[in-house]
Every structure is written in C-alpha cells, then in structure tokens.
C-alpha cells in the first residue's frame, strides 16, 4: 500500500502568528514535523499558503507545496495538495504542522487501519489517565472522542462525553475510559476529495470540529488507540515548554 504524507502548513495563526517558522534549537518547526513524519513515510510534502514557509522547506530540501489562502481547515488543504502532486496514492496522512514531537510509531499505527479494505478515514485516540486530572478532561481544547465496539468513532465533542450521572466527577477517570483525539488523519484519496466537498453541518458549526461534517454525512471513522502522548503546539507558551521537553529540564 503507498502512503503520502501531507503537512498543511499556514502563517497567519490567531494565537501565533508564523508559528511553523518558530525555531526549535537550530530547526524551524515544520522541518521538526517533517523530520518525524519522514521515519514512517518516504513521500512528505508541506502543503503552505505562505512563501515564507515554502522557502523553509526548500532550504532544507523538502517538498512544499502552494495552496489557497481560503481553505477553512487542514483537511481542505491536503486536498488541494494532493491534487497538485501528480502521484497516485493508496492512502493520503494528515499530520499537523505544529506536532513536532510526532512519533512514526503513531503514523504507523495509522497506517495499519487501513488493512482493512472498507475503511475510508482513520484517527487516533489516546486513553485519558486519572493523572491527568479532571480539569485536562474537561478542557474544551481537548476534543473527547465515543468508540463503538468496531473502534469507530462515534461522535466527537469539547464536552466531556459520556457523562457519568451515576457517579461524582472527582471518580469518573478511575471509573471510566475517556478519549481523547489527536489530530492525525488518513484519507482514501477518493473520499478526501469528497468530504472537502461537503458544506459545513449543524454539528461542525456547534462544537468547531470538522470531523462532525463527515460522520453527520454517513462517513465512518475508524480509530486506532495509542498509548503515546504527543505534544502540540498552539502558543508561544507552549512552543517554551516544548523546548524544555526537548532539553530534559
């Protein structure tokens, strides 16, 4: 089976702006991201609509690719690039260009959910831990994802779902298994083109989660569970404390 991975990659972030651009002890971000990503899959490509960023990964020979400034998510721009590539692939990664510390170990788990032939768009889920504590679980940042028992997804939230009416919420990590979404995607090419095609739904617009549009459209979403965490980057904050991660301290 051949595999692409695309980073989507844009510089006007709210919370931070140029953020793949930010350097992470000598490397900007996206090479970081690309690096990781290249230890599972040979054929990476950064899908960006800003210069600045396609002459990053040209300077350290990789492949960019120049997408519309209008695209509304990720997704919408892996399609683009996808079709700008010119190479037929079996299925099409998702990874976000700020998860530097991304583990191929993840991307292959990823991968392997399409060994089954009728699976048309994969995830990741990673169990909460009681540690984590009550307030990381209900941290609307943090989207909670509902399994069936075919480790599909079932429907995703920013609230805290299910909700355990028969037990007080200081025991609900002890007492349940909650999942938590990482931002990781697989696509059969046929059906990324589809589902970028779909207007925004009732779902998506309520919770801001674009993956309501395709399960409110009849798509299924199978989900591997890793037990690895990873660690995203969405402000200046979180880019100190990734540099400590690196570092040890």
Request: charged share 30%.
């Amino acid at each position: 089976m051949k595999f692409a991975a695309i980073i989507p990659a844009r510089y006007a972030s709210t919370r931070f702006p140029g953020k793949p651009l930010a350097d992470m002890n000598g490397k900007p971000m996206i090479q970081r991201v690309y690096e990781q990503v290249k230890k599972s899959i040979a054929d990476v490509y950064v899908a960006t609509d800003d210069e600045r960023i396609y002459k990053a990964v040209e300077k350290f020979k990789g492949n960019a690719i120049m997408t519309s400034p209008l695209h509304r998510s990720g997704t919408d721009r892996c399609n683009e690039a996808y079709e700008k590539i010119g190479k037929t692939f079996d299925v099409i990664i998702n990874i976000q260009g700020d998860e530097p510390f991304v583990l191929p170990e993840q991307i292959d788990l990823l991968k392997a959910c399409f060994a089954e032939k009728d699976v048309e768009i994969a995830t990741l889920v990673k169990p909460f831990e009681p540690k984590d504590g009550l307030d990381a679980l209900k941290n609307p940042s943090t989207p909670k994802v509902v399994l069936s028992n075919q480790s599909e997804a079932i429907y995703f939230s920013r609230s805290v779902i299910p909700f355990l009416r028969d037990l007080a919420q200081e025991d609900w990590l002890t007492q349940h298994c909650f999942y938590k979404h990482l931002g990781i995607y697989g696509y059969r090419p046929d059906v990324l083109k589809k589902i970028t095609n779909l207007p925004a739904g009732i779902l998506e617009k309520a919770e801001s989660l674009e993956q309501l549009r395709w399960i409110e459209n009849g798509y299924k979403i199978k989900v591997g569970i890793t037990t690895d965490e990873t660690v995203g980057i969405d402000t200046p904050e979180d880019l100190k404390n990734a540099l400590k991660y690196m570092t040890g301290e």
